[in-house]
């Protein structure tokens, strides 16, 4: 039986650290009475849309490998984090201590083939170790068994949280036995939503082939947020060339004719992804 293992120290533990707590002191600082107005006028509330800003900001450096913006990025994200745990610890509800001290303990927790005797031999295997110490800890805290789509934030884009809760379904047996299978419920939904007399069937038609196409790109080991959100990336880009050649003809786009953007369009398909 393997030896468990145990935490590793960063060669650079020490910089960071006193990098952290500086980090934290200007936080505080900020929300002192002699800090900035703005920052101490912040509620809980006011935050949301700035951890959101923030998060999907991160991920257009990670679509764009643009590393040093994804490292300005991050600092961003992690300065939310600090800030609402200042906020926290002002309202002596917890500090940010304790929700590092309670982080270690859950990834310690939940890693029991790293830290402990189990065994994880695949990703699959450290995936449904992790689910089991969750349902454990669910069970343990409210007596209740555990739906296997708890913990799945509603917030979540559509597309993702489609993927997720799929993917949990999938691990006690509720899946197509083949992709064939589901590109059939594919042309069922399609039918269906042809079918649908009213705009609210429609809608819903369309919400289930969209679940439906989900499934597809899990069966393909695709995550269908980042499929749409690069391909989002490559209209746009395309677009704006179009848009870049019908101004260096002295024409605006709107005085193209369909056909006239469609040639152009496929000129751009063609042509470097970047001027």
């Known amino acids: 039986m393997n030896e468990p293992v145990k935490i590793k120290r960063n060669p650079r533990v020490k910089e960071i650290t006193a990098k952290f707590e500086t980090l934290i002191n200007v936080m505080f600082t900020l929300r002192s009475e002699d800090g900035c107005p703005w920052d101490r006028a912040q509620s809980l509330q006011d935050l949301r849309q700035y951890l959101l800003e923030e998060a999907y900001e991160v991920l257009q450096a990670m679509d764009h490998q643009d590393y040093p913006q994804l490292m300005e990025e991050l600092g961003d994200l992690l300065f939310q984090i600090v800030f609402q745990a200042q906020m926290m610890q002002e309202n002596r509800t917890f500090t940010l201590f304790e929700v590092v001290d309670r982080l270690i303990s859950k990834m310690v927790g939940r890693h029991p083939h790293v830290f402990g005797e189990l065994k994880a031999g695949s990703p699959e295997q450290a995936l449904d170790n992790w689910e089991s110490m969750k349902d454990r800890e669910k069970a343990s805290m409210s007596g209740a068994n555990r739906s296997i789509l708890e913990g799945i934030p509603l917030q979540l884009p559509a597309l993702l949280q489609a993927l997720m809760i799929s993917s949990k379904v999938v691990r006690v047996g509720f899946e197509w036995e083949t992709e064939a299978d589901v590109w059939k419920k594919v042309e069922e939904e399609i039918q269906e939503f042809h079918n649908a007399s009213t705009n609210d069937q ?74």
Do not use: H
Not at 220 to 246: H, S, V, Y
Not at 263 to 275: A, M, N, R, Y
């Open 202 to 275: 429609k809608m819903e038609e369309m919400g289930d082939l969209l679940f439906t196409i989900v499934n597809v790109a899990r069966k393909n080991k695709i995550n269908p947020e980042d499929a749409l959100r690069a391909a989002n990336l490559k209209f746009r880009d395309r677009f704006m060339k179009l848009e870049k050649k019908a101004y260096e003809s002295d024409r605006k786009i709107q005085d193209l004719s369909l056909q006239e953007m469609d040639e152009i369009w496929e000129q751009v398909k063609v042509s470097p992804k970047k001027d």
